[in-house]
C-alpha cells in the first residue's frame, strides 16, 4: 500500500503562512489526493483535493481565497499553502488518498489511505 509521509504544520502567529507536504512513496498512487483537518471535538473537515490526471483543484468554499492545493506529479507530492491563517483553523491536518467519484470526493470516508497527521496551531 502506498505510505503518505506528511511534513510541514506548526506553531503560527495569525496572519502568517504555512505551507503542508505529502508525499506518496512505495505502490501504485491512487488518483485523488486530498487535505482534511480535524480539530479536537469535530469530525474531519475537508479541506482541498486534487487528481493526477489534472490539476483542477477542488477546495472548501469556506477556505477558497486564503488555501491553495498543489501536485508536483515527478515528486508524487502534494502541497497545502495556507494564508491568512486564523484561530479556527487550529486542528490536525491529515492527507488522504483514493478513488472518489466526484460526488464523494469531500468526504472522509471516500478515502482509504491517510497520512499520519500534523498539527497547526494558530496562536499569538
Known amino acids: 500500500q502506498v505510505q503518505l509521509i506528511q511534513s510541514g504544520g506548526g506553531l503560527v502567529q495569525p496572519g502568517g503562512s504555512l505551507r503542508l507536504s505529502c508525499a506518496a512513496s512505495?505502490?501504485?498512487?491512487?488518483?485523488?489526493m486530498a487535505w482534511f483537518r480535524q480539530a479536537p471535538g469535530e469530525e474531519r473537515q475537508f479541506v482541498a483535493a486534487?487528481?493526477?490526471?489534472?490539476?483542477?483543484?477542488y477546495l472548501s468554499e469556506s477556505l477558497r481565497g486564503r488555501f491553495t492545493i498543489s501536485r508536483d506529479s515527478a515528486k508524487n507530492t502534494i502541497y497545502l499553502q495556507m494564508n491568512s491563517l486564523i484561530p479556527e483553523d487550529t486542528a490536525i491536518y491529515y492527507c488522504?488518498?483514493?478513488?472518489?467519484?466526484?460526488?464523494?470526493?469531500?468526504?472522509?470516508?471516500?478515502?482509504?489511505?491517510w497520512g499520519q497527521g500534523t498539527q497547526v496551531t494558530v496562536s499569538s
Open positions: 488522504a488518498s483514493g478513488s472518489p467519484i466526484l460526488s464523494s470526493l469531500r468526504r472522509a470516508s471516500a478515502y482509504n489511505n
Open positions: 512505495g505502490g501504485s498512487r491512487s488518483p485523488t
Open positions: 486534487v487528481r493526477w490526471t489534472n490539476s483542477n483543484p
